[in-house]
């Protein structure tokens, strides 16, 4: 079945750390997205790619960096520059078209 | 800019009784309009969409929702809710770009 696969499901964090959430989708979607969720507080766009080897920043991109390779693939680094990155870190996939965003099933981060 | 408002941050109701979950987008251009439902620790699933034809859109789960252009408004509406609806359901807004422009969420708790 076509769908977004985000890895791993929950993940800790040590200060002074980066980590990397992973984001592949198999829908051959030109667009990929990186939201942040935290409680009460809906979608915040992070980072978001049109296309292979472009990317552009969203509302909150500070703290974070990402990477557009493969078309398949968008990894989003957490800084140690973030101060405050626990949140559940959602991946997305889409088309410039009618259609609708397709979403990966989240990553948890926490702060050891 | 588009932006998409849910008017309730949170609905509680009775198992059976009806319920409206409220949207309402701004834009000057023709926009698709979708809900999302988010159960927890879990992403974004599609619930429904209007694209363009019938302003009144039906999910297989019994949830629909109407296209109001004048009002510029999409509320989602169930006659007869379940426990297992509770979750958190999101609106959203596209005008055929990269970009969706998501509502803050409304968290619908059914009760028993």
């Known amino acids: 079945d076509g769908g977004i696969t985000q890895s791993p499901k929950y993940l800790f964090r040590k200060e002074g750390q980066n980590v990397t959430l992973s984001c592949e989708q198999n829908?051959?979607?030109?667009?990929m997205y990186w939201y942040r969720q935290d409680p009460g507080q809906g979608l915040r766009l992070i980072y978001y790619?049109?296309?292979?080897?472009?990317?552009q920043k969203g509302d909150i991109a500070e703290g974070y960096s990402v990477s557009r390779e493969k078309k398949e693939s968008f990894p989003l680094t957490v800084t140690s520059a973030q101060k405050n990155p626990t949140a559940f870190y959602l991946c997305?996939?889409?088309?410039?078209?009618?259609?609708?965003?397709?979403f990966g099933d989240g990553t948890r981060l926490s702060i050891l | 800019a588009q932006s998409v408002t849910q008017l309730d941050s949170q609905v509680p109701v009775f198992e059976e009784a009806p319920v409206e979950l409220r949207c309402n987008y701004s834009?000057?251009?023709?926009?698709?309009l979708f809900w999302y439902v988010q159960y927890p620790n879990q992403g974004l699933q599609l619930l429904l969409k209007?694209?363009?034809?019938?302003?009144l859109v039906k999910s297989i789960n019994g949830f629909e929702a109407e296209f109001n252009k004048s009002q510029t408004s999409f509320h989602l509406r169930k006659p007869s809710v379940h426990i297992s609806d509770t979750a958190e359901y999101f609106c959203?807004?596209?005008?055929?770009?990269?970009?969706?422009?998501f509502g803050a969420g409304t968290r619908l708790f059914v009760k028993a």
């Open positions: 997305a996939s889409g088309t410039p078209t009618n259609q609708p965003q397709h």
């Open positions: 829908l051959n979607h030109d667009a």
């Open positions: 790619s049109q296309i292979v080897n472009d990317f």
């Open positions: 834009s000057s251009v023709s926009v698709y």
């Open positions: 209007y694209l363009s034809g019938s302003t």
């Open positions: 959203a807004v596209k005008d055929g770009g990269f970009k969706t422009i």
